[in-house]
């Protein structure tokens, strides 16, 4: 016996990816269905060894399915996330629209796994953003030792992020600096994204950070521990897929670099890689397919009192979107939502 489960959004990096990590990770699913916009009606996707053929979200009747998967973005989830919670289904939502609702869980399932008990209020549960997820990851086993006061966090964030326009952007810019004639403009980006670096992620705020930073700040407080300040930049960075982050953290207590690396390398999702030597850390082209979140450079912070410093890579798209949004489903199976 298994759940019947809908992807909506399907043919997206994301979309893609969920129905790639349900089959990996054996999700009971009895019956999958996958869900396209109109222009990519009929577009064949791959889930396991099956091949599904995308059927049209608009009109779709949520009806008899357990859980859906919403990779869709905010506009759309607007509009088909009411119908499918309203249907009985239960959507786990990547985008950022329901993340801030009280009355929606936000939940990473290595952080706060009992917040998914919340979904009955809307039948909703929400993905926190993919430069969020990662790093909560880290952060919670560490709080839950030393307390943390503060976090400064600075992020490098693959093209991937940005969806398929932006790695083919960063693809024709960087062939365009080899091939004369071939210069590719910036269009996706307000800046060349080719050997360069953008200080400038989602819309600025009036603050002068950016809402990007904001999430970060927002999303950290709800799922972990409202108590904490952070304050992030964020960075966009030619890379393919992979996100990195330079975290600063100050406890309420001295915590010691190397009582810190025993506790991450026991903390459910984290892979510790971290050798004072070359090479000895991770590097986001190889942390690409891999469910793990990968700590590397643990070090004190001698600048200030309790301070700690950490690199931590993770695949955006998988625990930073499709691989968290299966967890928690796997999480609700196995904590209220009971199968068929
Ligand atoms: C990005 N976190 O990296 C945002 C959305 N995926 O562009």
């Keep these: 016996m298994g759940y019947k489960v809908v992807v909506a959004g399907a043919t997206g990096n994301v979309g893609r990816e969920m129905l790639n990590i349900l089959a990996e ?17 009929g577009t064949e996707v791959s889930f396991g060894d099956k091949t599904l053929k995308t059927k049209d979200l608009e009109g779709f009747d949520f009806t008899g399915y357990d859980i859906a998967l919403f990779a869709i973005g905010s506009d759309a989830t607007k509009k088909y996330a009411p119908i499918a919670a309203s249907q009985g289904c239960v959507v786990i939502d990547n985008s950022s629209l329901y993340r801030y609702d009280p009355d929606v869980p936000l939940v990473v399932p290595e952080v706060n796994p009992e917040a998914v008990d919340g979904y009955t209020k809307k039948n909703i549960i929400a993905n926190p953003n993919c430069s969020t997820a990662q790093m909560v990851v880290a952060l919670k086993p560490l709080h839950d030792r030393a307390r943390i006061k503060r976090v400064v966090v600075s992020t490098y964030q693959s093209v991937s992020g940005s969806g398929k326009a932006a790695i083919d952007e960063l693809w024709n810019q960087t062939k365009g600096m080899y091939v004369p ?70 406890f309420e207590e001295f915590l010691d670099e190397d009582e810190a690396r025993d506790i991450l390398r026991e903390a459910p999702g984290i892979m510790v890689i971290d050798k004072r030597e070359d090479g000895g850390y991770i590097t986001p082209v190889e942390c690409v397919g891999d469910f793990a979140t990968f700590i590397s450079r643990i070090r004190q912070d001698s600048t200030i009192e309790n301070g700690l410093n950490l690199w931590c890579v993770s695949d955006n798209l998988r625990k930073g979107a499709a691989l968290n949004a299966v967890q928690i489903a796997e999480t609700l199976g196995n904590r209220c939502l009971k199968k068929g």
């Design 181 to 250: 004639g071939q210069e590719v403009e910036p269009s996706v980006y307000p800046k060349q994204i080719a050997f360069n670096v953008i200080p400038h992620i989602d819309v600025f705020l009036d603050d002068g950070s950016t809402k990007e930073e904001w999430k970060m700040v927002a999303e950290t407080k709800k799922i972990v521990d409202k108590s904490i300040k952070l304050t992030a930049t964020c960075v966009r960075v030619p890379v393919f897929v992979g996100h990195a982050e330079s975290i600063n953290i100050e």
């Design 25 to 41: 990770r054996q999700f009971p699913v009895d019956e999958l269905v996958a869900l396209a916009s109109r222009r990519s009606l």
